[in-house]
């Protein structure tokens, strides 16, 4: 059993549905913890270990994810939850107004700490942002976020559509290959 530490239910809901697919049992630790200010999803996942070592026992696990705009360098990356919360997805349509290059990516960083250490898995989804918001399923910038090869959003998609393609799916994967290996150990 594996404590997935978020305060958002959709991240919850997205793995532990892909997790329960493995067998694997996720429940849901509904609690805040430091995000420091960095340049880097990982580095914000290694720095809130050091603190949830401590209050937490067991096998738990953590997501830091990101929208990287290709026509701003990446941003807003790692500052994507202040931008979600100031700007939302309205704002980010007004930022790539007129802009030529409407590439985006997500990207998800987990930290599993298991008895003994801290292992980190990436995954990523390439897209591009939609010309307005459209559909009301999952979470933050699903609206506005096209993945490669689709045509919905992931907000338009079902929990199943999204978790065939999305970055935290892949993150999951990479998981899931971890455990996997451990166990023919
Ligand atoms: P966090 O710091 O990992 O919680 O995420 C940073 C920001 O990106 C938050 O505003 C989230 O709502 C948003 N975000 C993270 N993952 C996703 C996703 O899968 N879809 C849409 N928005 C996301």
Redesign the pocket.
Known sequence: MIAFV?T?E??FR?VSTKLAEAHVKLVHEDRTYP?IQTDR?EK?VRFAATILDDQIRGDYLI?????FLEEFGGF?GVY??????RLACAGVLKLLHGARNRAAR?E?VFLLRTSEEHDVFHGE?RGSIAERERGSG?????PI?VPEGATKT??EMTLTE?NAV???ARAVDALVAHLLARKER
């Not at 999952?138 to 699903?142: E, I, L, N, T």
């Open positions: 978020t958002n959709g991240k997205e995000e999803l914000v997501d830091d994810s990101g929208l807003p994507s939850s202040y931008v979600y919360k997500f998800t989804c999952g979470f933050g910038f699903d976020f992931f907000a999204k999305s970055h935290r």
